[in-house]
């Protein structure tokens, strides 16, 4: 088996690559020819942490695996660990013998960047100018970099709860050579694309925040209980996701299903609309939102793109197993 260590994926991984492993699996997700397994995910009752398990077996791309972590939101303060910490085992799809074991951090964060970021090159209007963020956490300025790649995007416009947070995101704008301005919710209504990242349990923002036209990624919530916005923007826009079963159970959806406001047949895998079988946006005025909720085969495929380059680069460590 090869072990590629946390320590060496920012010389292996690029956002290219990432990108392109996450479009490619929403696509066989969306075609049948892979799919999640349901998700285990845990408080274990100790220091505040989540846990769990995410897998999946992708017949077109052949990964087969699971990442195993969650969040630990003292990390940071405590021991100068990032919250989220995680690690996936890929096993060889013939045999069911382990292949691989990949260091899971910045994988996370570049996977989860590149879902928003395929959301956007799919969903968004091709003339859209002013970048939105909810949100300036760990994750945030992942998806901002990534987002910002996708389009001519000529400012972006920021909120968080504590605006001193705004500053890493104002970074990454200035390194992309885009202006940043820090705004009210009530200012998000500037925006044609909006990604909101943050981990709260009771909505943030709504319709009111959101213009026509706009496309929102909504990327927070991936856990049963969590809402970033109301049931009243689910309702009026056309929501796609990564996985149906997941948008509705503990993706942003879930509550505007439970509630009985949206219908589960009202909801696309953003897949649909990269194989050509959904039309995505078809008007100017629509808004489009995605319900990024963090599929296990994202990791997969991400961790197989990452072990093909590290045996090439000789950066991977090979263990008899
Ligand atoms: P973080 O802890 O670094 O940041 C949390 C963010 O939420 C901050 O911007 C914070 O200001 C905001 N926030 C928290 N409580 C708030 C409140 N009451 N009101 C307003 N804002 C509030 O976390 P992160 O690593 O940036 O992750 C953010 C969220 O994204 C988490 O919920 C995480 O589980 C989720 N996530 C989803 C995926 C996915 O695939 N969809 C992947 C990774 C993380």
Redesign the pocket.
Known sequence: MFIVPEAAIADILTRTDAFTAVEQVFAALSAGSAHNFPVIREAIGHEDA?YGFKGGFDGKGMSLGLKAGG?W?HN?QRRGL???QSTVFLFDPNTGKVAAMVGGNLL??L??AA?SAVSIKHLARKDAKVMGM???????KFQLRAALETHSFKKVIGW???PA?LLGLAEVAMQAGVPFEAVSLDGMTEADVVIS??????P?FGAAHISPGTHVAC?????IG?QECGTDLITKATVFT?EIGQSITL?EAQHAIKAGLKARDAITELGAVINGAHAGRTSDDEITLFD????GL?DLAVAASIVERAVEKGAAIEVDF
């Open positions: 989540l969040y939101p940071l990032i919250n989220h996370t964060a996977r989860t879902a909810i949100g300036a956490g760990h994750q945030a968080n709860r504590t947070a990242i943050t981990s709260v349990f009771s943030i990327m927070g919530t991936d856990t969590k990564d993706g990024g909720t963090g599929v994202q």
